[in-house]
């Protein structure tokens, strides 16, 4: 299902967080939000899932204007930075969270919610901890199964707030290719936000950047690339180069 | 010269850290630290005790077959048993206020919660009687009405919930402006409703700094004096409580009567100290993992 942000402006008091920004997601498309810290990209991401609302534009999914809803009725598969897996309960209850919260009518049942979360700990491989609590893994199978919760409420759009930020380096890398991977054979729309331009030109179809509150290039990694379309395009992506490749 | 070394013999002392005392401050410091904890919490709870079962066990268990005695204790728990959840509500709510919402007057109001503690109780039920009292605002129209409030259960519940009321909340805003609201968000997205995010997510965070405030709350509701004494009027089968029927009872030279009575609320504030520490260490505990779960 595509994405369509139309003319969305935000405002945190008097800041500005994002002025006019609009651009489209293609359906089974993997788009990252690249900026500098402050630029509005989570914001903007925020803004998407309806976990903040804006005080202009629009937000559609498909054809469905999403605006006026909350997060909790547009149902978009959401990762955060740090995890914010459930403390209190084991691996096998968070991804079954999403589930048991449903209307009676809708819930599955217990044998279908079972076979549900087993089939979604194999995909992140990590069936074995389903007993555990989150506190007793390490960051990157955290994260994994924050995916995994977000998946199971078989979300039409999947959105991810800097999804590897938390993690080391080498972990990261694994994980960057576990989700290009997990994308090509979904094709589940996607939007992550990075500050890291090698995580965003690598795993993603196109890139959105922004500054400021506003979007200063879209395009293809390759597109982006080679024609900067402004200063600070330009100069964001110089300053990616020369520091340490992660 | 190697070999006058060894005629150095180095006594082995466990290692000072330089900001440490001296043995004998430290031994002074942790002297006086005891001597206090004795003559002021172990002794009067000692005599409590020895003087409750001074007359014998008989006498002790004839005490509470006394109707008034009775009636006091019906009275304390029933009050409690009004004001503790009243005020578990209030708390829960205005921590939920004050910790998700930013607003003018935030500040404000946290420290405002703490209001009844910094008030002597005698106020607290001062302001009842001079609003609901008969030459109070509302006396002449609640007496029209009558409606009693004053000298009457309703005014005994009052004044015990304003004295009470900050436990609860003060227990869970460090708690909950510490965790966050992360996981909360996390529900919204997997499509829970925020009737499911509270039960669900929230109370299973903070159970147990919820717990520790409800138990304070409740030890202090049943416990309370001076509030009560104002609003009460020491009707004996009425609207007296345990407090007030210890000093009934102690004004009428039935010294064993007395301390039995006492006796019930200091295995009470025993009882509220045991399971607190538990509710205390198990609430750090929470409020560590929230520490990690950001690191």
Not at chain 1, 240 to 246: A, E
Not at chain 2, 152 to 165: D, M, S
Not at chain 2, 251 to 263: L, P
Request: glycine share 8%; aromatic share 12%.
């Amino acid at each position: 299902m595509s994405i369509q942000i139309r003319n969305i402006s935000k405002n945190f008091g008097k800041f500005a967080a994002l002025k006019d920004v609009s651009f489209d997601v293609g359906s089974g498309e993997l788009v990252a939000l690249l900026g500098p810290s402050g630029s509005g990209k989570t914001t903007l991401l925020r803004v998407t899932a309806g976990l903040e609302f804006a005080e202009k534009g629009k937000i559609l999914y498909g054809i469905k204007d999403v605006t006026e809803r909350s997060a909790y009725q547009r149902k978009a598969g959401f990762v955060f930075q740090h995890y914010a897996l459930f403390q209190h309960l084991n691996i096998f209850e968070n991804v079954a969270f999403g589930l048991r919260v449903r209307k009676r009518s809708e819930r599955p049942s217990e044998p279908q919610i079972r076979a549900r979360v087993e089939q979604l700990l194999d995909t992140v491989q990590l069936r074995e901890f389903a007993k555990r609590v989150p506190a007793q893994l390490s960051g990157g199978q955290r994260q994994r199964i924050a995916f995994a919760r977000a998946l199971a409420i078989e979300p039409e759009v999947l959105l991810l707030d800097e999804p590897f930020g938390a993690l080391d380096a080498k972990v990261r890398k694994e994980l960057r290719h576990w989700l290009r991977n997990f994308h090509d054979t979904t094709h589940l729309t996607s939007v992550f936000v990075t500050h890291d331009q090698e995580e965003a030109f690598e795993v993603a179809d196109r890139v959105v950047i922004i500054d400021k509150g506003v979007v200063q290039q879209i395009g293809t990694p390759n597109e982006v690339r080679e024609n900067p379309a402004n200063r600070f395009v330009e100069e964001f992506l110089d300053l990616g180069r020369d520091s340490v490749p992660v | 010269m190697a070999g006058a070394t060894t005629t150095f013999r180095t006594k082995v002392v466990a290692p000072r850290r330089a900001t440490a005392e001296s043995p004998w401050i430290k031994g002074t410091l942790i002297s006086i630290l005891l001597l206090f904890f004795g003559f002021f919490l172990i002794l009067p709870l000692y005599v409590v005790f020895h003087e409750a079962f001074s007359k014998g066990a008989g006498v002790f268990f004839k005490t509470f077959q006394d109707r008034a005695t009775a009636h006091a204790i019906w009275l304390t728990l029933l009050t409690a048993a009004i004001a503790v959840p009243l005020n578990t509500v209030f708390g829960v709510a205005a921590a939920w206020a004050l910790t998700r919402f930013q607003f003018r007057g935030r500040s404000l109001l946290i420290s405002l919660i703490d209001l009844p503690l910094w008030v002597s109780p005698v106020i607290g039920g001062l302001i009842y009687v001079l609003v609901f009292g008969r030459q109070g605002w509302f006396g002449p129209w609640l007496f029209e009405h009558d409606i009693k409030i004053i000298f009457a259960l309703p005014g005994i519940v009052l004044a015990t919930t304003f004295v009470t009321f900050p436990f609860v909340a003060r227990g869970l805003i460090p708690l909950m402006q510490a965790q966050g609201h992360k996981e909360e968000e996390a529900a919204m997205t997997l499509g829970a409703n925020g009737w499911q995010i509270f039960w669900r997510v929230t109370v299973p965070k903070i159970k147990w700094g919820l717990l520790y405030g409800i138990i304070l709350c409740n030890a202090r509701a049943m416990g309370e004096f001076g509030a009560v004494s104002v609003v009460s009027g020491h009707i004996r089968n009425k609207t007296n409580t345990m407090p007030l029927h210890i000093e009934i009872l102690y004004n009428e030279y039935q010294f064993a009567a007395a301390f039995a009575v006492a006796s019930v609320l200091c295995v009470l504030a025993l009882v509220t100290l045991i399971i607190k520490t538990y509710a205390e260490w198990q609430a750090e505990r929470q409020l560590r993992a929230a520490a990690e779960s950001v690191e």
